[in-house]
């Protein structure tokens, strides 16, 4: 398969994506998108929370989108934000973010752990069990 070819269902897949979640409401499936300004009072004000930090150019943060947004739904208990790193810099470089997609975790308000890149569901999920215990 050609660079040209993976290029075309990549943006087929990421158009798709957007057209879908333009009509959904973030809190109906726990999903916020959060700025310079309101991510520490929303880490202060949740017991636990995970963070993709993403970008709109990013190839791997579109892949990994849809299985974020399907875990926010699933798992009750633990909010899931969106920081884009591009718009939020102050963020970015506090948490250290040299790569993305990178994923946080945030467990009683403090930093538990981070995975970058691209993971499967299945390492997902597996990943939440280990720092939240759900």
């Known amino acids: 398969m050609s660079d ?15 057209s879908q979640s333009q009509y959904r409401d973030a809190e109906d499936h726990k999903l916020y998108h959060l700025d310079d300004e309101k991510f520490d009072s929303f880490l ?7 963070v993709d ?3 709109d150019w990013c ?6 989108a849809p299985t974020f947004e399907a875990l926010a739904k699933e ?9 884009n790193v591009d718009e939020n810099p102050v963020t970015s470089e506090k948490y250290y973010i040299m790569g993305v997609p990178t994923i946080l975790y945030f467990k009683d308000g403090r930093l538990a752990d981070k995975t970058v890149g691209v993971i499967t569901r299945d390492a997902f999920r597996k ?5 939240y215990g759900v």
Not at 59 to 64: A, F, L, Q, R
Not at 75 to 83: L, Q, R, Y
Not at 127 to 131: D, L, W, Y
Request: with cysteine; aromatic share 12%.
């Open 59 to 64: 190839g791997p943060c579109k892949i990994m």
């Open 44 to 50: 202060q004000e949740r017991r636990n929370v995970i």
């Open 53 to 55: 930090f993403f970008a």
């Open 127 to 131: 990943k939440i069990k280990e720092v």
């Open 75 to 83: 798992v009750a208990s633990i909010a899931f934000a969106k920081v």
């Open 4 to 18: 040209e070819e993976l290029s075309k269902i990549l943006k087929r897949k990421y158009e798709s994506f957007v």
